[in-house]
């Protein structure tokens, strides 16, 4: 089975137009940047180093820390997709970070984004 392209796509690639879409809606780059750090667990510094080494998404969930368990209460559409639903795992935690961006550039709380009260 061939691997669906996204998974060989540089993260670094796909970064920067998460940090336009946060922009666009008056967001920073820095919340963008805490989004991905609580999903996998990264330090600034090791975002940045993955960043810059453009591994593929693959590489970067592969390579994560830790998965914040939180993560499973992530739940809504994206591109017409339930995250919740999504079967294959690395395809489900690339949609989690596309929902956390989504809610990110929809005005949420960063303390509703990252489910501190949950």
């Known amino acids: ?3 669906h392209r996204i998974f060989t796509t540089s993260f670094a690639s796909v970064y920067p137009h998460y940090v336009t ?3 666009r809606k008056d967001r ?5 940047d805490e989004i991905v750090r609580w999903l996998t667990g990264y330090s600034q510094a090791d975002l940045d ?6 591994v ?8 994560a820390p830790e998965i914040n368990p939180k993560a ?23 949609r989690y970070l596309d929902k956390l961006v ?3 550039a929809k005005g949420k709380s960063m303390e509703k984004i990252l ?3 949950v």
Do not use: H, Y
Not at 28 to 32: G, L
């Open 1 to 3: 089975m061939t691997k």
């Open 21 to 23: 879409k946060a922009e």
């Open 28 to 32: 920073t780059k820095e919340e963008v």
């Open 49 to 54: 180093k993955q960043i810059a080494e453009q």
């Open 56 to 63: 593929d998404f693959e590489t970067f969930f592969q390579q």
């Open 72 to 94: 499973a209460l992530i739940k809504g559409s994206i591109c017409g997709v339930r995250v919740e639903e999504v079967s294959d795992p690395l395809m489900q935690k690339i």
């Open 102 to 104: 989504d809610e990110l």
């Open 115 to 117: 489910r501190e009260n």
